[in-house]
C-alpha cells in the first residue's frame, strides 16, 4: 500500500516557526513533484509550494520569501519550513506526491490525512 504521511504540526505564536515532514512509503518506482498544500475553516484548498525531483521549487505569493520547501529523494521525503508564521497561515496543511508505483505503471496523485497548524496572535 503506498501512502503518503504528514508529520509535524502545532500550535505556534505569529513569528515563529514550524517544520513539517511528509514522507511517502510503500512499493514506489518513482516520485514526480512533491508539494504542499493547505485548507483554513470556510475556504478552498490552495497550494502553498511544490518542488519536482530536480530540485526546482514553485511557492504561493502568500508564502514566497517565508516558507521554503525541500526534499530528500533518498528518503521519499518532502519537507516544508514555514517562519514568520502568521495568524493566516492557520490551516490543515496536506502533502501531495506525484508517483508511480511499482505494480502498476501509471501516475498516481496521492493526498495525505493532513496536519493542523494554527498560529495564535
Known amino acids: 500500500q503506498v501512502q503518503v504521511v504528514e508529520s509535524g504540526g502545532g500550535l505556534v505564536q505569529a513569528g515563529g516557526s514550524l517544520r513539517l515532514s511528509c514522507a511517502a512509503s510503500?512499493?514506489?518506482?518513482?516520485?514526480?513533484?512533491m508539494g504542499w498544500a493547505r485548507q483554513a475553516p470556510g475556504k478552498e484548498r490552495e497550494k502553498v509550494a511544490s518542488i519536482t525531483s530536480g530540485g526546482m521549487a514553485n511557492y504561493a505569493d502568500s508564502v514566497k520569501g517565508r516558507f521554503t520547501i525541500s526534499r530528500d529523494n533518498a528518503k521519499n521525503t518532502v519537507y516544508l519550513q514555514m517562519n514568520s508564521l502568521k495568524p493566516e497561515d492557520t490551516a490543515v496543511y496536506y502533502c501531495n506526491a506525484l508517483l508511480v508505483p511499482s505494480d502498476t505503471p501509471a501516475l498516481r496523485s496521492l493526498w495525505g490525512q493532513g496536519t493542523q497548524v494554527t498560529v495564535s496572535p
Open positions: 510503500g512499493s514506489i518506482f518513482s516520485i514526480n513533484t
